[in-house]
């Protein structure tokens, strides 16, 4: 069976003879049983009981739509599992978003600081290099001058 199939063959089987077998009885004179090869039934005196087909009829629906509706069930329960685990793993990334999203924050916040704190240095470095241009100005101080005719006498 492929798994691209849109119906699952048990579950068309199962609703075929479950909406098929109540259908039997409404046409007269005709009973399951006359499809249903026979068998011999040695009856016991412990178990003897006299059944008519109707109610043979009526006891094979009966169970049929048990075990149909008992199928179904474990295929919702499975499929219930299926959900619950979807959900928590839905949960558990929904956590691990909210600790990354106040990772990313706090490292946000790190990095205004650190811009803080470099805006500050440079308006510092900005405002010594001007100060230093301004003693430069004013006191413009030169090595002494190494005469080069002295030094060779």
């Not at 499929?79 to 956590?95: C, F, G, I, R």
Request: charged share 25%; proline share 3%.
């Amino acid at each position: 069976m492929s798994d691209k199939s849109e119906w699952d063959v048990s579950v068309v089987v199962g609703v075929l003879i479950v909406f098929s077998l109540p259908l039997t009885l409404l046409v007269p004179n005709f009973s399951i049983w006359q499809v249903v090869p026979k068998v011999q039934v040695v009856r016991y005196h412990i178990i003897s009981q006299e059944l008519s087909w109707h109610q043979i009829n009526s006891a094979v629906v009966t169970l049929l739509v048990l075990f149909f509706c008992l199928y179904l069930e474990m295929r919702k329960r499975k499929l219930d599992d299926m959900v619950e685990k979807v959900l928590a793993v839905n949960q558990a990334t929904d956590e691990t978003m909210e600790v990354e999203h106040g990772r990313q924050t706090a490292a946000v916040r790190v990095c205004v600081e650190l811009l803080d704190a470099s805006v500050d240095h440079y308006e510092n470095l900005v405002l010594l290099r001007g100060e230093l241009r301004k003693r430069e100005k004013t006191k413009k101080q030169y090595p002494p001058v190494v005469d080069l005719s002295d030094c060779l006498l």
